[in-house]
């Protein structure tokens, strides 16, 4: 756990993460995303990609999540899903970024912490001493909509200006 990501972050993870990211697009399907974004994927396995827009795929009822004030819609692709994002109340964090993104886009991309090097049995000890190094954006860790353990990572500490999203596999 916190020995894992002390691992991670010897080994590079996160300041690989501040290479630039190729903006990922609902029309490109050609290359796999763990190409077209290069190693850091390898690193954890990419759970989801959360964008403001649709494709042609199975999609989720609207689930409202109030404790994270948005409601997640699911695009199922296969191997890893979108998700869809929509503000649940005035506070919600999801509230400023459209208000300051008026193209949309991109919100964040969530990892598993479950395998190789990011092997995390415990994310709430995890981040006790991940956040020595980066900002965590909550103290305490939240529960995502399939019952998962969450912590945000702050888009400006060597994330490249993503919000990163770390979920206990
Ligand atoms: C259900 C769950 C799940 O998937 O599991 C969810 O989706 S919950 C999804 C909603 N929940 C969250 O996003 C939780 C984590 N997010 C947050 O705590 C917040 O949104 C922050 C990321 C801290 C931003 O806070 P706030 O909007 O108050 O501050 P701010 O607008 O001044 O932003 C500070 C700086 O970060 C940048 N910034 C803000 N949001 C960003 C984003 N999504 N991606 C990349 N950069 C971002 C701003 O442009 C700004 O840069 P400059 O300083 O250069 O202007």
């Known amino acids: 756990m916190a020995r894992a990501l002390r ?3 010897a080994n590079g ?6 290479a630039p990211i190729p903006t990922v697009r609902a029309s490109s399907t050609s290359r796999p995303l763990d190409q077209m974004a290069g190693s850091a994927w390898n690193r954890g396995r ?3 990609v959360a964008i403001a827009n649709i494709l042609g795929a199975p999609v989720s009822e609207a689930v409202p999540l109030p404790e994270h004030e948005v409601s997640v ?3 199922n692709l296969g191997n890893t899903k979108m998700e869809l994002l ?3 109340g005035c506070d919600s964090p999801i509230a400023g970024f459209l208000q300051k993104n008026k193209a949309r886009g991109m919100h964040h991309i969530c990892i598993e912490m479950g395998n190789n090097i990011l092997m995390v049995d415990n ?3 995890a981040v006790m001493d991940l956040t020595k190094k980066i900002r965590s954006l909550r103290e305490e860790v939240k529960i995502r909509a399939h019952g998962k353990p969450v912590i945000f990572l702050h888009p400006k500490d060597y994330c490249g200006g993503v919000l990163v999203e ?3 596999a």
């Open 86 to 88: 929509h503000p649940l």
């Open 7 to 9: 691992a991670a972050a």
């Open 13 to 18: 993870f996160f300041s690989r993460l501040q």
């Open 166 to 168: 770390l979920e206990q």
């Open 46 to 48: 990419l759970n989801h």
């Open 123 to 125: 994310i709430n000890a």
């Open 73 to 75: 819609v699911f695009v």
